[in-house]
T-cell receptor, first 114, second 115 residues
């Protein structure tokens, strides 16, 4: 079974631009979560989607948004990029929401903001 | 509020040594889940184990073993006879029953296994 895939793997943008990252979950998984990893803040939860609905959101500004499609694929968008948005963005999928369902992570998208 | 603490930021051992990675957590919930993930240099987080709060049985999987103690709010991870391929950053994480998929991660422990 294929794992979680994320595209693109690497991205370079300039301040003020916007970016869209894509995540395809493991086949059969309907829940997708996003995390940001930076050297300073570590791994932080961004948001979680299930059945095309955002169920939970972390403490991030409104510039960070996401959505989920009917095939469970998810995208996240960051508008008006800032230097501090440079990070590894990780997507995780699980069968359904809840800690009883293990989340499996993709390889991440490394975003660099210049 | 949930919190996970991994006090060891970096550990260096020589191959074949045993090593224990510590994890201490805080939560107000009585139902919660604990996880360990491995992050090799490629960046992907690799799932290692999940434990729920009602299952305090220790677990062994090959060279890996986990010790879950609710009395001390700890979920420690031991690698026996370490190998160079074990070199990675290891993360402990917590998910409360009511938190959906939100994982709270510790700061990670970088393990370096030297030949």
């Amino acid at each position: 079974k294929a794992g979680v895939t994320q595209t693109p793997r690497y991205l370079i943008k300039t301040r003020g631009q916007q970016v869209t990252l894509s995540c395809s979950p493991i086949s059969g998984h309907r829940s997708v979560s996003w995390y940001q990893q930076t050297p300073g803040q570590g791994l932080q939860f961004l948001f979680e989607y299930f059945s095309e609905t955002q169920r939970n959101k972390g403490n991030f500004p409104g510039r960070f948004s996401g959505r989920q499609f009917s095939n469970s694929r998810s995208e996240m968008n960051v508008s008006t990029l800032e230097l501090g948005d440079s990070a590894l963005y990780l997507c995780a999928s699980s069968l359904a929401p809840g800690g009883s369902n293990t989340q499996y992570f993709g390889p991440g998208t490394r975003l660099t903001v210049l | 509020a949930q919190k996970v603490t991994q006090a060891q930021t970096e550990i260096s051992v020589v191959e074949k040594e045993d090593v224990t990675l510590d994890c201490v957590y805080e939560t107000r919930d009585t139902t919660y889940y604990l996880f360990w993930y491995k992050q090799p240099p490629s960046g992907e987080l690799v799932f290692l184990i999940r434990r729920n709060s009602f299952d305090e049985q220790n677990e062994i999987s090959g060279r890996y073993s986990w010790n879950f103690q609710k009395s001390t709010s700890s979920f420690n991870f031991t690698i026996t006879a370490s190998q160079v391929v074990d070199s990675a950053v290891y993360f402990c994480a917590l998910s409360d029953y009511n938190a959906g998929n939100m994982l709270t991660f510790g700061g990670g422990t970088r393990l370096m296994v030297k030949p």
